[in-house]
């Protein structure tokens, strides 16, 4: 982990004046960035990088911030790696929010001005949110607390020497600039049976731990609910999900779409066409 951007949290008004706490907010990567640490992702398209807090529960945006890079990075791990690309100040230290993170690239419209147009989704590269965050907890401890976001890549798979390479380069080869149709996906061979201790464990509780593997039977009709093709009409799947699937299958799962939804912990977001099909679809 390295931190690429740092929030500054400023006290309250009715306390006396002092340094402002700092979060440092750091990255870390899903296997949609790539087949092992996504630290290889190609971000040589990467125009600008955007951070948000917003509010628990009310989804209120409190403090937003996008800086345009000046100079481009070869990859993420150029990102993890380096200094912050964003300091900002002027939060109030109080309540409970979610940090937002997007890197936003001009794949199709090199120069073009990103940070202006940080909600349309055809532009992410890479996206993620924080777990919840007390910033009550900055006045408490006076200094600096971190907290980790951990990215989904835009899924973009390309041939390369070194074999199997991920991202800017892969825009417009295996996948178009407007974001292909996506789902969250189990990480690991598109199985839904992972190996689990307790139900947070699968996929943060979407489904039950039964002696040691995520549960596959229970019909829930959301992520990971089996789902099958009966006469054309698929059945399974509740409002919101869709039934997915190896191409060619008549069963499958139940997944949510990508990036619009932030892909549960044990998933990423995966692509149609990367081996994955819409069953009946």
Partial sequence: MAAVALVGAACQDALPPRPPATLSVQLGTRQSCGLFSGLDYDTTCLAAVYVAARSVPSGQILLERC????ERRDDLGQILRGTPLLETAGLSATGVVVFEVRGLHDAADVGADRC????VVDHWLFWGESDPVDLATLNDNGGAIATRVFVDCRDCGFDCPAGDCFGCQGIGETCPATLPTSFCVPGVAFRCDKRCEEDGDCFEGARRCDD??????DETGELCSPCVLNDDVVDGCNEGFACVGPPGATQGFCAMSCPDNFCPDGTRCNRVGNNLSIIGG
Avoid: F, P, Q
Avoid at 67 to 70: E, R, S
Avoid at 116 to 119: G, I, S, T
């Fill in 116 to 119: 202006a147009e940080a909600n």
């Fill in 67 to 70: 800086v345009a890079l000046d």
């Fill in 212 to 217: 040691g593997t995520c549960d596959t039977l």
